[in-house]
Nanobody, 119 residues
Framework: QVQLVESGGGLVQPGGSLSLSCAASGRFKSVYGMAWYRQAPGKQREMVASISGTGTTMYADSVKGRFTISRDNAKNTVYLQMNTLKPEDTAVYYC?????????????WGQGTQVTVSS
């Protein structure tokens, strides 16, 4: 069974930093694109940042210049470094990955980790 396990959320003051990580585990052949999404109360889930298997990155306009996504293919892990955090970054952050199991590639989601930016 494939799982994405996230860690690193928490409470931080405005202007502070947090780092999230998400590791894929289980029986699979390959991990392709990986991404971070977030969902604030009363809002739709939105993509924050994505990274392809070859390292191409994309960011939501709201986080450009503040967040950095990276990955370690040897560890099947994706990271999100979040700097200069704002109260509007408060949300549950979810990891997403396209994973090849046998002959089928499917999207998998992590359980979510809470990020709260507040003084």
């Amino acid at each position: 069974q494939v799982q994405l396990v996230e860690s690193g959320g928490g409470l931080v003051q405005p202007g502070g930093s947090l780092s999230l990580s998400c590791a894929a585990s289980g029986r699979f052949k390959s991990v392709y694109g990986m991404a971070w999404y977030r969902q604030a109360p009363g809002k739709q889930r939105e993509m924050v940042a994505s990274i392809s298997g070859t390292g191409t990155t994309m960011y939501a306009d709201s986080v450009k210049g503040r967040f950095t996504i990276s990955r370690d293919n040897a560890k099947n892990t994706v990271y999100l470094q979040m700097n200069t955090l704002k109260p509007e970054d408060t949300a549950v952050y979810y990891c997403n990955a396209a994973i090849l199991v046998l002959t089928t590639t499917s999207a998998y989601w992590g359980q979510g980790t809470q990020v709260t930016v507040s003084s």
